[in-house]
Protein backbone atom coordinates (compact mmCIF):
# COMPACT_ATOMS: atom_id res chain seq x y z
CA UNK A 1 0.00 0.00 0.00
CA UNK A 2 1.30 3.46 -1.04
CA UNK A 3 -0.19 5.78 1.52
CA UNK A 4 0.54 9.46 0.76
CA UNK A 5 0.51 12.30 3.95
CA UNK A 6 -0.97 15.65 3.55
CA UNK A 7 2.05 17.86 2.23
CA UNK A 8 2.03 15.63 -0.66
CA UNK A 9 1.44 16.43 -4.23
CA UNK A 10 -1.19 15.10 -6.23
CA UNK A 11 -0.67 15.16 -10.29
CA UNK A 12 -4.45 15.11 -11.65
CA UNK A 13 -4.78 14.53 -15.27
CA UNK A 14 -7.39 16.63 -16.80
CA UNK A 15 -8.67 19.77 -15.87
CA UNK A 16 -12.23 20.04 -16.29
CA UNK A 17 -14.72 20.95 -13.36
CA UNK A 18 -14.75 17.22 -12.12
CA UNK A 19 -10.64 18.59 -11.64
CA UNK A 20 -11.72 21.49 -9.50
CA UNK A 21 -13.97 19.46 -7.29
CA UNK A 22 -11.08 17.20 -6.55
CA UNK A 23 -8.29 19.86 -6.24
CA UNK A 24 -10.57 21.89 -3.43
CA UNK A 25 -11.01 18.62 -1.62
CA UNK A 26 -7.47 17.34 -2.02
CA UNK A 27 -6.73 21.33 -0.36
CA UNK A 28 -9.32 20.67 2.23
CA UNK A 29 -7.45 17.18 3.26
CA UNK A 30 -3.95 19.40 3.22
CA UNK A 31 -2.43 18.23 -0.22
CA UNK A 32 -1.13 20.16 -3.28
CA UNK A 33 -2.19 19.37 -6.54
CA UNK A 34 -1.01 19.99 -9.96
CA UNK A 35 -3.06 19.62 -12.68
CA UNK A 36 -1.36 18.10 -16.18
CA UNK A 37 -3.87 18.87 -19.55
CA UNK A 38 -3.62 20.39 -22.47
CA UNK A 39 -6.22 22.70 -22.63
CA UNK A 40 -5.91 26.59 -23.18
CA UNK A 41 -8.45 27.35 -20.29
CA UNK A 42 -9.69 24.80 -17.81
CA UNK A 43 -12.20 25.33 -14.46
CA UNK A 44 -9.39 22.92 -12.45
CA UNK A 45 -6.19 26.25 -13.08
CA UNK A 46 -8.21 28.71 -10.38
CA UNK A 47 -7.96 26.26 -7.74
CA UNK A 48 -4.95 24.15 -8.57
CA UNK A 49 -1.11 24.84 -6.88
CA UNK A 50 0.66 23.59 -10.17
CA UNK A 51 -0.38 23.53 -13.97
CA UNK A 52 1.08 21.90 -16.94
CA UNK A 53 -0.05 22.36 -20.12
CA UNK A 54 1.07 19.79 -21.88
CA UNK A 55 -0.04 17.10 -24.95
CA UNK A 56 -1.00 13.35 -23.44
CA UNK A 57 1.44 11.72 -25.62
CA UNK A 58 4.35 14.16 -24.81
CA UNK A 59 6.58 12.08 -22.94
CA UNK A 60 9.36 13.93 -22.09
CA UNK A 61 6.81 16.67 -20.17
CA UNK A 62 4.72 13.10 -18.91
CA UNK A 63 7.89 11.66 -17.36
CA UNK A 64 8.71 15.36 -15.68
CA UNK A 65 5.07 15.30 -14.61
CA UNK A 66 5.04 12.00 -13.14
CA UNK A 67 8.65 12.67 -11.41
CA UNK A 68 7.38 15.91 -9.79
CA UNK A 69 3.90 14.25 -8.18
CA UNK A 70 3.61 11.75 -5.39
CA UNK A 71 0.87 9.80 -6.78
CA UNK A 72 -1.43 10.68 -10.14
CA UNK A 73 -5.27 10.20 -10.97
CA UNK A 74 -7.19 11.54 -13.97
CA UNK A 75 -10.44 12.92 -13.83
CA UNK A 76 -12.24 11.95 -17.18
CA UNK A 77 -11.72 8.66 -19.32
CA UNK A 78 -10.38 9.79 -22.68
CA UNK A 79 -6.63 9.84 -22.10
CA UNK A 80 -4.60 6.81 -24.04
CA UNK A 81 -3.91 4.02 -21.95
CA UNK A 82 -0.44 4.69 -23.16
CA UNK A 83 -0.46 7.84 -20.90
CA UNK A 84 -1.18 6.11 -17.70
CA UNK A 85 1.00 2.92 -18.86
CA UNK A 86 4.27 5.32 -19.35
CA UNK A 87 3.43 7.40 -15.80
CA UNK A 88 2.80 4.29 -14.09
CA UNK A 89 6.67 3.49 -14.67
CA UNK A 90 7.18 6.10 -12.38
CA UNK A 91 4.26 7.36 -10.21
CA UNK A 92 1.61 5.34 -8.85
CA UNK A 93 -1.63 5.84 -10.76
CA UNK A 94 -4.91 5.09 -9.30
CA UNK A 95 -7.40 4.00 -11.46
CA UNK A 96 -4.96 1.79 -12.89
CA UNK A 97 -4.19 1.60 -16.65
CA UNK A 98 -6.01 -1.89 -16.63
CA UNK A 99 -9.15 -0.12 -16.10
CA UNK A 100 -9.05 2.37 -18.21
CA UNK A 101 -8.78 0.22 -21.12
CA UNK A 102 -11.86 -1.98 -19.94
CA UNK A 103 -13.71 1.25 -19.28
CA UNK A 104 -12.97 4.05 -22.36
CA UNK A 105 -14.53 1.46 -24.66
CA UNK A 106 -18.17 0.40 -24.54
CA UNK A 107 -17.17 -3.01 -26.29
CA UNK A 108 -14.55 -3.84 -23.29
CA UNK A 109 -16.67 -2.61 -20.41
CA UNK A 110 -20.32 -4.74 -21.82
CA UNK A 111 -17.55 -7.74 -21.95
CA UNK A 112 -16.34 -7.34 -18.85
CA UNK A 113 -19.70 -7.05 -17.03
CA UNK A 114 -21.46 -9.30 -19.00
CA UNK A 115 -17.91 -11.75 -17.91
CA UNK A 116 -18.87 -11.05 -14.54
CA UNK A 117 -22.37 -11.83 -14.52
CA UNK A 118 -23.98 -8.64 -14.61
CA UNK A 119 -26.58 -7.60 -17.01
CA UNK A 120 -26.74 -5.08 -19.58
CA UNK A 121 -28.53 -4.24 -22.97
CA UNK A 122 -28.00 -6.73 -25.48
CA UNK A 123 -25.13 -5.78 -27.77
CA UNK A 124 -22.83 -6.76 -31.24
CA UNK A 125 -19.69 -4.88 -31.65
CA UNK A 126 -19.97 -3.76 -35.52
CA UNK A 127 -17.55 -2.00 -38.14
CA UNK A 128 -19.21 -2.01 -41.40
CA UNK A 129 -23.31 -0.94 -41.94
CA UNK A 130 -24.17 -4.34 -43.76
CA UNK A 131 -22.55 -5.92 -40.32
CA UNK A 132 -24.73 -3.55 -38.68
CA UNK A 133 -27.71 -4.82 -40.98
CA UNK A 134 -27.64 -8.50 -39.99
CA UNK A 135 -26.66 -7.60 -36.23
CA UNK A 136 -29.98 -5.34 -36.26
CA UNK A 137 -31.71 -9.08 -37.20
CA UNK A 138 -30.87 -10.10 -33.76
CA UNK A 139 -30.94 -7.05 -32.13
CA UNK A 140 -34.20 -5.98 -33.35
CA UNK A 141 -35.38 -2.24 -32.88
CA UNK A 142 -35.44 0.25 -31.45
CA UNK A 143 -31.38 0.18 -31.20
CA UNK A 144 -28.90 2.45 -30.52
CA UNK A 145 -25.52 2.69 -32.21
CA UNK A 146 -22.52 4.46 -30.37
CA UNK A 147 -19.11 4.45 -31.21
CA UNK A 148 -17.12 2.59 -28.92
CA UNK A 149 -14.75 5.57 -27.93
CA UNK A 150 -15.15 8.99 -27.04
CA UNK A 151 -18.81 9.68 -26.37
CA UNK A 152 -19.93 11.76 -23.64
CA UNK A 153 -23.41 13.33 -23.17
CA UNK A 154 -25.13 11.84 -25.77
CA UNK A 155 -22.77 12.44 -28.25
CA UNK A 156 -21.50 9.25 -30.65
CA UNK A 157 -24.92 8.20 -30.16
CA UNK A 158 -27.70 7.57 -33.09
CA UNK A 159 -31.25 5.70 -32.78
CA UNK A 160 -32.40 3.56 -35.54
CA UNK A 161 -36.18 2.95 -35.09
CA UNK A 162 -36.33 1.17 -38.30
CA UNK A 163 -34.53 -0.26 -41.05
CA UNK A 164 -34.68 2.60 -43.13
CA UNK A 165 -32.80 4.59 -40.26
CA UNK A 166 -30.17 2.72 -40.29
CA UNK A 167 -28.10 4.45 -43.38
CA UNK A 168 -28.52 8.28 -41.99
CA UNK A 169 -27.67 6.69 -38.39
CA UNK A 170 -24.49 4.84 -39.69
CA UNK A 171 -23.16 7.84 -41.80
CA UNK A 172 -23.75 10.55 -38.84
CA UNK A 173 -21.46 8.47 -36.71
CA UNK A 174 -18.46 9.03 -38.80
CA UNK A 175 -16.54 5.90 -37.33
CA UNK A 176 -15.98 1.90 -37.98
CA UNK A 177 -15.65 0.92 -34.38
CA UNK A 178 -19.43 0.82 -33.33
CA UNK A 179 -21.90 -1.06 -31.09
CA UNK A 180 -24.90 -1.85 -31.34
CA UNK A 181 -27.37 -1.82 -28.37
CA UNK A 182 -30.59 -2.63 -27.97
CA UNK A 183 -33.14 0.02 -26.91
CA UNK A 184 -33.86 -0.68 -23.13
CA UNK A 185 -37.03 1.01 -22.50
CA UNK A 186 -36.71 1.91 -18.83
CA UNK A 187 -38.72 3.11 -15.81
CA UNK A 188 -35.76 5.14 -14.20
CA UNK A 189 -31.91 5.72 -14.76
CA UNK A 190 -30.19 6.25 -11.45
CA UNK A 191 -26.04 5.68 -10.23
CA UNK A 192 -23.93 3.98 -8.13
CA UNK A 193 -21.03 5.90 -6.54
CA UNK A 194 -18.68 3.26 -5.35
CA UNK A 195 -15.31 3.89 -3.74
CA UNK A 196 -12.34 1.45 -2.76
CA UNK A 197 -9.53 2.09 -1.07
CA UNK A 198 -5.89 0.57 -1.19
CA UNK A 199 -7.07 -2.06 1.21
CA UNK A 200 -9.67 -3.42 -0.64
CA UNK A 201 -12.53 -1.55 1.77
CA UNK A 202 -15.55 -0.58 -0.09
CA UNK A 203 -17.95 1.98 0.17
CA UNK A 204 -21.03 3.04 -1.54
CA UNK A 205 -22.86 6.78 -2.18
CA UNK A 206 -26.53 6.03 -2.02
CA UNK A 207 -28.24 5.34 -5.76
CA UNK A 208 -29.11 8.71 -7.36
CA UNK A 209 -31.63 8.80 -9.54
CA UNK A 210 -31.13 10.71 -12.54
CA UNK A 211 -33.03 12.47 -14.99
CA UNK A 212 -31.67 13.84 -18.32
CA UNK A 213 -32.69 16.73 -20.92
CA UNK A 214 -31.46 16.30 -24.67
CA UNK A 215 -29.14 13.69 -23.66
CA UNK A 216 -27.21 15.67 -20.91
CA UNK A 217 -27.80 14.97 -16.96
CA UNK A 218 -30.07 17.64 -15.73
CA UNK A 219 -31.59 16.53 -12.30
CA UNK A 220 -29.90 13.46 -9.67
CA UNK A 221 -32.19 13.21 -6.29
CA UNK A 222 -31.12 11.06 -3.52
CA UNK A 223 -31.59 8.47 -2.37
CA UNK A 224 -33.66 6.83 -6.03
CA UNK A 225 -36.76 6.37 -5.45
CA UNK A 226 -36.54 2.67 -5.12
CA UNK A 227 -37.73 0.03 -2.95
CA UNK A 228 -34.97 -0.59 -0.15
CA UNK A 229 -34.13 -4.10 -1.50
CA UNK A 230 -33.50 -2.43 -4.68
CA UNK A 231 -31.37 -0.17 -3.53
CA UNK A 232 -29.60 -2.68 -1.52
CA UNK A 233 -29.00 -4.63 -4.81
CA UNK A 234 -27.79 -2.13 -6.87
CA UNK A 235 -24.92 -1.10 -4.35
CA UNK A 236 -24.38 -5.04 -4.58
CA UNK A 237 -23.58 -4.75 -7.99
CA UNK A 238 -21.21 -1.60 -7.73
CA UNK A 239 -19.24 -3.69 -5.06
CA UNK A 240 -19.25 -6.43 -7.38
CA UNK A 241 -17.70 -4.00 -10.09
CA UNK A 242 -14.77 -2.28 -8.11
CA UNK A 243 -13.92 -5.61 -6.36
CA UNK A 244 -13.72 -7.57 -9.78
CA UNK A 245 -11.10 -4.41 -10.59
CA UNK A 246 -9.30 -4.30 -8.33
CA UNK A 247 -10.45 -0.98 -8.40
CA UNK A 248 -8.74 2.00 -6.23
CA UNK A 249 -10.75 5.54 -5.95
CA UNK A 250 -14.17 6.45 -7.06
CA UNK A 251 -16.52 4.94 -9.66
CA UNK A 252 -19.47 5.27 -11.16
CA UNK A 253 -22.48 2.87 -12.30
CA UNK A 254 -24.59 3.89 -14.55
CA UNK A 255 -27.92 2.01 -14.71
CA UNK A 256 -31.41 1.61 -16.32
CA UNK A 257 -34.49 0.25 -13.97
CA UNK A 258 -37.18 -1.65 -15.41
CA UNK A 259 -40.24 -3.01 -13.71
CA UNK A 260 -39.74 -6.56 -15.24
CA UNK A 261 -36.84 -8.54 -14.83
CA UNK A 262 -34.09 -8.35 -15.78
CA UNK A 263 -34.47 -5.10 -13.26
CA UNK A 264 -31.10 -3.64 -13.30
CA UNK A 265 -28.89 -3.47 -16.48
CA UNK A 266 -25.69 -1.69 -16.36
CA UNK A 267 -25.55 1.24 -18.93
CA UNK A 268 -22.01 2.03 -18.14
CA UNK A 269 -18.95 2.68 -15.99
CA UNK A 270 -17.22 5.49 -15.54
CA UNK A 271 -13.51 5.05 -13.95
CA UNK A 272 -13.94 8.55 -11.64
CA UNK A 273 -15.91 10.95 -9.62
CA UNK A 274 -19.06 11.47 -11.73
CA UNK A 275 -21.63 14.51 -12.25
CA UNK A 276 -24.59 12.63 -10.68
CA UNK A 277 -22.43 12.24 -7.57
CA UNK A 278 -22.12 16.35 -6.83
CA UNK A 279 -24.96 16.36 -4.17
CA UNK A 280 -22.53 14.41 -2.08
CA UNK A 281 -20.57 17.89 -1.20
CA UNK A 282 -23.31 19.33 0.96
CA UNK A 283 -24.98 15.94 1.39
CA UNK A 284 -23.03 13.78 2.98
CA UNK A 285 -20.27 13.55 5.34
CA UNK A 286 -17.61 12.89 2.67
CA UNK A 287 -18.11 13.77 -0.77
CA UNK A 288 -17.25 11.80 -3.65
CA UNK A 289 -14.39 13.96 -4.68
CA UNK A 290 -13.05 13.85 -0.80
CA UNK A 291 -13.54 9.91 -1.04
CA UNK A 292 -11.65 9.68 -4.13
CA UNK A 293 -8.67 11.75 -2.13
CA UNK A 294 -8.46 9.49 0.26
CA UNK A 295 -8.91 6.18 -1.93
CA UNK A 296 -5.51 7.13 -4.08
CA UNK A 297 -4.02 9.03 -0.91
CA UNK A 298 -4.22 5.65 1.01
CA UNK A 299 -6.49 6.99 3.96
CA UNK A 300 -9.74 5.43 5.13
CA UNK A 301 -12.90 5.83 3.51
CA UNK A 302 -14.84 8.67 5.30
CA UNK A 303 -18.97 7.73 5.64
CA UNK A 304 -21.49 8.33 2.83
CA UNK A 305 -24.64 8.46 5.07
CA UNK A 306 -26.74 11.05 3.44
CA UNK A 307 -28.18 13.82 5.91
CA UNK A 308 -31.64 13.83 4.15
CA UNK A 309 -32.93 13.97 0.81
CA UNK A 310 -31.40 16.05 -1.56
CA UNK A 311 -31.55 17.51 -5.31
CA UNK A 312 -28.71 18.24 -7.42
CA UNK A 313 -29.95 20.36 -10.49
CA UNK A 314 -27.40 21.22 -13.49
CA UNK A 315 -26.47 24.53 -14.54
CA UNK A 316 -26.42 23.87 -18.63
CA UNK A 317 -25.52 26.62 -20.77
CA UNK A 318 -27.68 29.82 -20.06
CA UNK A 319 -29.44 28.39 -16.85
CA UNK A 320 -25.61 30.17 -15.24
CA UNK A 321 -27.72 33.67 -16.11
CA UNK A 322 -30.24 32.33 -12.95
CA UNK A 323 -27.38 32.53 -10.43
CA UNK A 324 -28.98 35.81 -8.45
CA UNK A 325 -32.22 33.62 -7.79
CA UNK A 326 -30.14 30.59 -6.76
CA UNK A 327 -27.99 32.93 -4.47
CA UNK A 328 -30.97 34.32 -2.87
CA UNK A 329 -32.22 30.90 -1.90
CA UNK A 330 -31.47 30.45 1.03
CA UNK A 331 -31.50 26.23 0.37
CA UNK A 332 -29.28 26.42 -2.31
CA UNK A 333 -26.02 25.68 -2.23
CA UNK A 334 -24.56 26.95 -5.74
CA UNK A 335 -20.83 26.13 -7.34
CA UNK A 336 -19.85 27.95 -10.53
CA UNK A 337 -17.03 25.98 -12.52
CA UNK A 338 -15.83 29.53 -13.72
CA UNK A 339 -16.00 29.38 -17.46
CA UNK A 340 -16.27 32.04 -19.35
CA UNK A 341 -18.42 31.44 -21.99
CA UNK A 342 -21.82 29.92 -21.80
CA UNK A 343 -22.14 27.55 -25.19
CA UNK A 344 -25.91 25.66 -24.87
CA UNK A 345 -24.76 22.14 -23.77
CA UNK A 346 -21.96 23.58 -21.41
CA UNK A 347 -22.05 22.53 -17.58
CA UNK A 348 -21.68 25.43 -16.66
CA UNK A 349 -22.41 24.58 -12.36
CA UNK A 350 -24.90 23.21 -10.15
CA UNK A 351 -26.66 23.70 -7.52
CA UNK A 352 -27.41 20.99 -4.34
CA UNK A 353 -30.60 21.41 -2.36
CA UNK A 354 -30.17 18.94 0.68
CA UNK A 355 -33.48 18.61 3.30
CA UNK A 356 -32.16 16.99 6.01
CA UNK A 357 -35.08 16.50 7.76
CA UNK A 358 -36.39 14.24 5.04
CA UNK A 359 -34.88 10.91 5.44
CA UNK A 360 -36.67 9.88 1.88
CA UNK A 361 -38.96 11.32 -0.81
CA UNK A 362 -42.11 9.94 1.34
CA UNK A 363 -41.62 11.98 4.44
N1 LIG B 1 -29.48 1.06 -24.86
C1 LIG B 1 -30.17 2.12 -24.42
N2 LIG B 1 -31.50 2.04 -24.16
C2 LIG B 1 -32.19 3.12 -23.72
N3 LIG B 1 -31.66 4.33 -23.51
C3 LIG B 1 -30.34 4.49 -23.74
C4 LIG B 1 -29.53 3.39 -24.21
N4 LIG B 1 -28.26 3.84 -24.33
C5 LIG B 1 -28.28 5.14 -23.97
N5 LIG B 1 -29.51 5.56 -23.62
C6 LIG B 1 -29.90 6.90 -23.14
O1 LIG B 1 -28.89 7.85 -23.51
C7 LIG B 1 -28.20 8.34 -22.36
C8 LIG B 1 -26.71 8.51 -22.66
O2 LIG B 1 -26.14 7.27 -23.05
P1 LIG B 1 -24.80 6.71 -22.39
O3 LIG B 1 -24.54 5.36 -22.98
O4 LIG B 1 -24.90 6.79 -20.91
O5 LIG B 1 -23.69 7.66 -22.99
P2 LIG B 1 -22.98 8.97 -22.42
O6 LIG B 1 -23.46 9.20 -21.01
O7 LIG B 1 -21.55 8.56 -22.48
O8 LIG B 1 -23.34 10.01 -23.40
C9 LIG B 1 -28.48 7.32 -21.27
O9 LIG B 1 -28.36 7.91 -19.97
C10 LIG B 1 -29.92 6.91 -21.61
O10 LIG B 1 -30.84 7.90 -21.20
MG1 LIG C 1 -23.94 7.91 -19.50
Redesign the pocket.
Known sequence: MKTCAPGSVIGMLGGGQLGRMLALAAAQLGYHTHVYCPDEKNPAEQVTDRLSRNSYTDEAALVEFGKSVDVVTYEFENIPVETVELLQKHVPVFPSAKVLKVSQD?LREKDFLNGIGIET?PYAPVATVDEAAIALRDIGYP??L?TRRF???????AIVRQPTDLLDAWASLKSSEIII??????DM?ISVLAARGQDGEIRCFDPAE?I?KN?I?DLSIAPARIAPELRAEAIEIARRIVAELDYVGVLAV?F?VSGAAPVFRV??IAPRVHNSGHWSIEACPTSQFEQHIRAICGLPLGDTTLYGRTEMKNLIGDDILDMESYLKDPAANFHHYGKKQAHPGRKMGHVTWVYPDAASWDD
Open positions: RAAVKGYDGKGQEGFIPFENHHLEFNE
